[in-house]
Each structure stands twice: as C-alpha cells, then as structure tokens.
C-alpha cells in the first residue's frame, strides 16, 4: 500500500513568519512530488514540484525533497493571510503508474 | 490560456439514478485523469486516457463507473444507479504527458440524496 502521510493540523503561523509543511511518503522508488494549494470548497491548485533531491524555490516558496528519508517539505516565506489554505502533498510514483496518490492534507492558518 | 473545465458544477441526484460529468482538458495536453475527493481527505485517483485509450483504472473504480475519452478531446465519467457513499467532489486533471504537472479543473459536486 502506497502511502503519503501529512500532519492534517490546524498549523497557526503569524504573518510574515516562515510556515513549514512536511510529508513523508512510503514507496522508495516514487519519482515526483507535487504541493497543491486548496481553498474551502475549490479544486487543487498546483504551487510547486520537485523531482530531484535538494531545494527548488518560486517566489515566496522552496520545496525540499530527501529521498534517502523519504521526505519531501514547503517552505512558505513571509507567510500572508492569503496563504490560509489546505496544503496536499501528492506523489507520483512513476513506472507506468501516472495517477497521484495524495496525502490527506495539512491545513494552515496565518494569523494576521 | 484557457484552464480545465467541467459540467456541470453541481449535481443532486437521487440513489438509484445515473450520472454523467464532462471534462475539457487544456488544449495541448494528451492526458486526461479523473479523482475524487470526499471531505477531509486528499484526492483519490480513479483512472486516466492518454490521448483515447484508458491506461490505468483504480480499484476504486467499481463496475458502475465508466470514464471515456472517445476522440482523444474531451472526456465523460458515468457513474450507474448512484449510490449515497457516491456523493464527493469529482475533479478533472489534465497534463502534457507522461510525468508532467497535473493541473486540475474545478470539480463537480455530486449529492445523493
């Protein structure tokens, strides 16, 4: 069984302060990683993705991948209330196999 | 660039009744997924097309449900004599290919009353 876990929350940061999500993911051999936004009521809305170890940043946010740990974490900087979201975690495992499997959520609140 | 699209947005229905979604992928890309989501969880794959042909279906996907794609285009997901545990938000993804980014449309939302 192929599984994503992500701390389901609430994680309260204050504004402009960094909010750090984390997720750790079961198969060794998953191949990509994806950070999804989504609002109360709207779809997912792709923020980030990273496909090899170490960091890739866009703006106020950095994705850190750890496949040796299997770990996989969003950075947002300078958080705003705007970023109060429900943040998914998905994996693509690759091998033929191209449906994400996402974990069930962190959701985030950036208090004013 | 026009983003994904479904229909309808929302729909109620009656257990027992049939139903069916559309989807109109991005124009450039190939693949087409279908998910569902129910509160409180992440999205849950059901299958997807690359181009026409249906590639990968999960086991999620029970004899009731049936996604085509029939010109490669736009795709339909029916689901047969609704059932309650039926009702979730059915979201559409497209991508460019094999190991792209999935962007998603905006759902449609299934009661079963």
């Known amino acids: 069984q192929k599984e994503v876990e992500q701390n389901s929350g609430p994680l309260s940061v204050p504004e402009g302060a960094i909010a750090s999500l984390n997720c750790t993911y079961s198969?060794?051999?998953?191949?990509?990683f994806f950070w999804y936004r989504q609002y109360s009521g709207k779809s997912p809305e792709l923020i980030m993705f990273?496909?090899?170890?170490g960091d890739k940043e866009d703006g106020r946010f950095t994705a850190q991948l750890n496949k040796a740990s299997q770990y996989v974490s969003l950075l947002i900087r300078d958080s705003q209330p705007s970023d109060s979201a429900t943040y998914l975690c998905?994996?693509?495992?690759?091998?033929?196999?191209?449906?994400?499997?996402f974990g069930k959520g962190t959701h985030l609140i950036i208090q004013p | 660039d026009t983003g994904v699209s479904q229909n309808p947005r929302h729909k109620i229905t009656k257990r027992g009744q049939n139903v069916t979604f559309r989807c109109d992928p991005i124009?450039?890309?190939?693949?087409l997924y279908w998910y569902r989501q129910t509160l409180g969880q992440g999205p849950e794959f059901l299958t997807y097309?690359?181009?026409?042909?249906?590639?990968?279906k999960s086991r999620l996907l029970s004899d009731r449900f049936s996604a085509e794609r029939p010109k490669g285009s736009f795709s339909t997901l029916e689901i047969q004599r609704t059932e309650q545990g039926d009702s979730a938000m059915y979201l559409c993804?497209?991508?460019?290919?094999?190991?792209?980014?999935?962007?998603f449309g905006p759902g449609t939302r299934l009661t079963v009353t």
């Open positions: 993804a497209s991508s460019r290919g094999p190991s792209y980014e999935q962007y």
């Open positions: 124009s450039e890309h190939n693949r």
């Open positions: 198969d060794r051999g998953s191949q990509s």
């Open positions: 097309f690359q181009n026409e042909a249906q590639l990968e």
């Open positions: 998905a994996v693509r495992y690759g091998g033929g196999a191209d449906g994400l499997t």
């Open positions: 990273i496909y090899s170890n």
